[in-house]
T-cell receptor, first 115, second 112 residues
Framework: AQKVTQAQTEISVVEKEDVTLDCVYETRDTTYYLFWYKQPPSGELVFLIRRNSFDEQNEISGRYSWNFQKSTSSFNFTITASQVVDSAVYFC????????????FGQGTRLTINP | SAVISQKPSRDICQRGTSLTIQCQVDSQVTMMFWYRQQPGQSLTLIATANQGSEATYESGFVIDKFPISRPNLTFSTLTVSNMSPEDSSIYLCSLGGNTEAFFGQGTRLTVV
């Protein structure tokens, strides 16, 4: 069975602090895809990143960075110098390479950045 | 990436009525998915919609309650039937594929 765990239900930090959102996953597939999404109060789901299980390189995009560690089945997300606009619910998700191809979501982490 | 247009963006409906949500894509896609997100919860897959065949529903969801149409490769609808307050949620359509996973803007439904 596939499972995604985001143990941090809520995080609150002060603006300009760095913050890391944890994501741990379980799967028996050797090939899979991992995703992060941002959900602002408007409710839409904004795609942030997709990572192939064969690519363990960390990725940086502006203030965002992702640390993929296959050995620990983790795909953590760090926001550097956080801003109020980063306040949202963040979801980590897992997708098998074939079959139903549906996403398995974590429970989400509600991030609040205080001015 | 494909552009997904979902509407309505929000609605307030009376219990016992039905609402049809539309999802339009600017390119042809084989698989489309419909998710539900209850207040404060994560996303749960309702069904997978392939063009030309009946939708495949996940456990806990039935066609009578959530009928889905997929008339072509760029369009799908989800109907929430005989609504009750428990149906108040955000409903999202999504595209499938080997690597892609994009979502529509979501429909925020409130049933009163």
């Amino acid at each position: 069975a596939q499972k995604v765990t985001q143990a941090q239900t809520e995080i609150s930090v002060v603006e300009k602090e760095d913050v890391t959102l944890d994501c741990v996953y379980e799967t028996r597939d050797t090939t899979y895809y991992l995703f992060w999404y941002k959900q602002p109060p408007s409710g839409e789901l904004v795609f942030l990143i997709r990572r192939n299980s064969f690519d363990e390189q960390n990725e940086i995009s502006g203030r965002y960075s992702w640390n993929f560690q296959k050995s620990t089945s983790s795909f953590n997300f760090t926001i550097t110098a956080s801003q109020v606009v980063d306040s949202a619910v963040y979801f980590c998700a897992l997708k098998p390479p074939r079959g139903a191809q549906k996403l398995v979501f974590g429970q989400g982490t509600r991030l609040t950045i205080n001015p | 990436s494909a552009v997904i247009s979902q509407k309505p963006s929000r609605d307030i409906c009376q219990r016992g009525t039905s609402l049809t949500i539309q999802c339009q894509v600017d390119s042809q896609v084989t698989m489309m998915f419909w998710y539900r997100q209850q207040p404060g919860q994560s996303l749960t897959l309702i069904a997978t919609a392939n063009q030309g065949s009946e939708a495949t529903y996940e456990s806990g969801f039935v066609i009578d309650k959530f009928p889905i149409s997929r008339p072509n490769l760029t369009f799908s609808t989800l109907t929430v039937s005989n609504m009750s307050p428990e149906d108040s949620s955000i409903y999202l359509c999504s595209l499938g594929g080997n690597t892609e996973a994009f979502f529509g803007q979501g429909t925020r439904l409130t049933v009163v």
